[in-house]
């Protein structure tokens, strides 16, 4: 597997024909398409949304503008399963291919990611097209094609990964976090505990 086979495209803020400024909730169309240097992505508004613009699309789906786009990064670092795929596919971890595979799809899952189109490259590496439904970008995912019981292993590794950094995160913090047992809750091992002393 190539280093750019994944990628996360933004989308643009304007469209790229007329250079109309998209407004909240107006409606705009995508297109991929493949270049010598790989897949490039454009954005489209309705009226310039032609037959002779989608002749070349690759794949092309229509979503919503959502304004403003919540920064990628929340205040507080906390490690979830949007950020560990971030941060995965800008470090190009090419031994990662499983697991930023298994995050997309729990993304998916959790509604945060659209799947907009599957690609098959010449070489049959099949690539998935997600789009952030709230950032509109698009995130390029090659299926490495896991079989049901790889599928189970990798899903219950990026689980533990996700939950061992955020308690970490947690012992960090030193903070309460909601639906935690409360504090003075003792452990199940630890010893009943002695009469107080009168
Ligand atoms: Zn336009």
């Known amino acids: 597997m190539k280093e750019q086979d994944w990628d996360i495209k933004a989308r643009s ?15 705009f169309y995508s297109k991929l398409t493949f270049e010598e240097d790989g897949y490039h992505r454009s954005d489209f508004c309705e009226k310039c949304w ?3 613009v989608q002749a070349s699309a690759l794949s ?3 979503t919503i503008y959502r304004s403003p786009a919540p920064p990628p990064e929340p205040a507080v670092k906390k490690e979830t399963a949007e950020s560990l795929l971030r941060e995965l596919i ?11 595979y298994i995050l997309a799809v729990m993304l998916e899952r959790k509604r945060i990611l659209v799947e907009r189109d599957v690609q098959e ?24 094609r896991l079989k049901l019981a790889e599928l189970e292993t990798v899903q219950a590794e ?5 939950d061992g950094t955020a308690r970490a995160a947690q012992q960090e913090l ?24 009168s």
């Open 13 to 27: 803020e304007a469209c790229s024909k007329c250079e109309h400024e998209y407004e909240d909730q107006e409606p």
């Open 50 to 52: 032609t037959d002779e």
């Open 60 to 62: 092309r789906w229509r």
């Open 121 to 144: 490259r010449e070489d049959g590496t099949l690539i998935r097209v997600y789009e952030h439904k709230k950032t509109n970008e698009v995130f390029m995912i090659p299926d490495p």
């Open 158 to 162: 990026v689980i533990a990964m996700l």
């Open 90 to 100: 800008e470090t190009d971890r090419m031994e990662q291919a499983n697991t930023i």
């Open 174 to 197: 030193s903070a309460p976090v909601g639906g935690e047992p409360a504090p003075e809750a003792a452990p199940e091992n630890s010893p009943p505990e002695a009469p107080p002393a």
